[in-house]
């Protein structure tokens, strides 16, 4: 073998070599799985045509028609802090997008330089330059661009494509989690002025009676004790109507902050149970569940994100190819750098492949993979999450239903109950003991209705935030899935 094809064997050989020694991502792969929405039982007690469902509107709480609602929404949806915050992590994550879109597109930059350097006399500078002092000038372009052959840097596109949607996504989010919670609030407040117009008209009742016992005992046909038990009444009603002032006063703050206003801006703040109107809802889990739900969303697309994530840092295991250029002037002296013979150039590629790096590519690639993992399974939790929320919901309103109809026979009968002890009373035909016993249960009652309707209502509010409180979904997800 001559000389020369002996150093190309040798050549060759030593790359094949150094290639098969390369660092390698064998054997590092995710291993959780998506659930399928079978899995979680979503559409498999669906009626037919539940799938076409009409989703909640994205001013769902105007169907409730009470413009005091709709005011405290729209206000909060307007200036809260944590739609705020969230708004920014969306510019952050269309920030980084941009950058990523940026690495991958050739890059052009320029320079200028002038220093000031004395050569060594005893140095490869030979005499006038060595052992002299000279300014050396440069102005020049550089250009640099990496084809994207091994997929790097589409990759890291993707993952920040996913990290700008999930953020999107968790915008809607929270604005569907606000809504709900500023409509849970006032229908507690609500049920609250019912609880006190109940107590009010306790003591009305209690009031009313306190004037009868009165005329009893004058008339001698009670003693003082009844009196002392009618006169006791009216503090124990004045008390309660007391601690419902509190807990509105409370429900007003709490209103205030969730619309970033002062504690006592809502001062006057009135609701009523009867002035919200109850809508219609669906039956059944709606099998477009997982496209209504802005969390689920933004879960999957993190897994999107970590998928890319995840083949950016395969592609690092690649040879990195960078195609550079430079345009411009050199010189020793100022006063040469733009005179005939001071340009200068170059082109050429530059190729490096990771050969032995401590194992620091695999172990990115290991955390990589456990990012992976976790996006997945907080996206299983978020779909376990939607599909109970829903059922729970569902099934509180239909037992609220059923409830409201035994409460309304119950109250039906104690208020009669009631009557006819008072008449009783009133005709000297029964004891006080008595007419207290049936005012107890009559006030349960009422207290029990204005409750129901309360639970029926923040049941419902909460229904529509779990079918996604008025988000229409990602058309870019879907359109990523079906691919």
Not at 64 to 86: Q, T, V, W
């Amino acid at each position: 073998m001559k000389p020369k094809q002996l150093f190309r064997f040798a050549t060759a050989a030593s790359i094949a070599a150094v290639l098969a020694g390369c660092v390698s991502s064998a054997g590092i792969v995710p291993v959780a799985e998506p659930l399928a929405p079978a899995a979680v039982g979503l559409g498999l007690d669906a009626k037919a045509g539940a799938a076409d469902t009409a989703a909640p509107a994205a001013d769902w709480w105007r169907a409730f028609g009470d413009p005091k609602l709709d005011a405290l929404i729209e206000r909060a949806l307007a200036s809260h802090p944590d739609l705020a915050a969230a708004q920014t992590r969306v510019a952050r994550a269309e920030a980084l997008l941009a950058g990523a879109t940026a690495a991958g597109k050739p890059q052009v930059g320029g320079q200028l330089d002038a220093t000031r350097q004395r050569f060594s006399a005893t140095s490869i500078y030979p005499p006038p330059l060595g052992g002299s002092t000279r300014t050396l000038g440069t102005a020049q372009l550089n250009g640099s661009w990496e084809p994207d052959f091994f997929g790097r840097n589409r990759a890291a596109i993707e993952a920040a494509i996913g990290a700008q949607r999930a953020a999107q996504a968790d915008l809607q989010a929270a604005r569907a989690m606000l809504a709900g919670t500023v409509a849970g609030t006032y229908a507690q407040l609500a049920r609250l002025f019912e609880q006190r117009r109940v107590a009010e008209r306790a003591l009305t009742q209690r009031d009313e009676m306190l004037a009868l016992i009165r005329q009893r005992v004058r008339g001698g046909l009670d003693t003082n004790v009844e009196l002392r038990q009618g006169e006791g009444a009216l503090p124990e009603t004045r008390q309660q109507i007391e601690a419902l002032d509190e807990q509105i006063t409370l429900a007003r703050h709490a209103l205030a902050a969730l619309t970033v206003q002062p504690p006592d801006a809502l001062d006057a703040l009135t609701a009523s149970l009867t002035e919200l109107r109850t809508v219609a809802l669906p039956s059944t889990l709606p099998a477009d569940l997982l496209a209504r739900r802005a969390d689920v969303t933004a879960a999957r697309w993190r897994i999107e994100a970590a998928t890319h994530d995840m083949a950016n840092a395969k592609a690092q295991f690649y040879p990195n190819v960078n195609l550079t250029a430079f345009v411009g002037l050199a010189s020793i002296g100022l006063d040469q750098l733009v005179k005939s013979g001071s340009e200068q150039w170059g082109v050429g590629p530059a190729i490096r492949l990771p050969i032995f790096d401590a194992g620091r590519l695999r172990a990115n690639l290991r955390v990589k993979a456990a990012d992976l993992d976790a996006a997945v399974d907080s996206y299983n939790g978020a779909l376990l999450t939607a599909v109970r929320e829903v059922a729970d919901q569902l099934s509180s309103l239909r037992s609220i239903a059923r409830q409201q109809t035994e409460q309304a026979d119950a109250q039906a009968s104690a208020e009669a109950a009631f009557d006819l002890a008072t008449q009783r009373y009133k005709a000297g035909l029964s004891t006080y003991l008595t007419v207290l016993n049936a005012e107890a249960g009559v006030l349960t009652q009422r207290r029990q209705a204005a409750d129901l309707k309360a639970r029926a209502l923040d049941a419902q509010f909460a229904l529509i935030r779990a079918l996604g409180g008025g988000y229409a979904g990602d058309p870019a997800l879907a359109a990523n899935q079906s691919r």
